[in-house]
């Protein structure tokens, strides 16, 4: 399976050069059906982040978030972003996470199939 700009681009921001570390992608589908729920991606985050911390190591450990909210990739609309509601989106997390389990991933696809950056 090959990396996506996702991956990629943010290497290339920190090291130009090359990247001189070891990486370990964790891609989550945005692309094939079923697409897992956001309460789904949480949990995957809650499992890596330990197994991170029960491993036995002394190595240094970067966990690097890429992706986005309601960015439009393509189309009339390529780079819009509806930043009201990215910012509803991510107070949700914190005051109403069970509001933010509605989303899908897909850069964000609410259930009823309208795009978050259309709404």
Known sequence: ??????????????WPEGCP????PVIINTVQFPLPSAKRCVALGRAVGEAIAAWDSDKRVVVIGTGG????LDGERAGFINKAFDLKFMQSLVDDPEWATQ???HELVEKTGTRASNS
């Open 69 to 72: 909210l309601s960015h439009q």
């Open 21 to 24: 570390v070891t990486t370990v």
């Open 1 to 14: 399976m090959l990396v996506d700009h996702a991956f990629a681009l943010p290497l290339k921001l920190f």
């Open 103 to 105: 989303f899908s991933i």
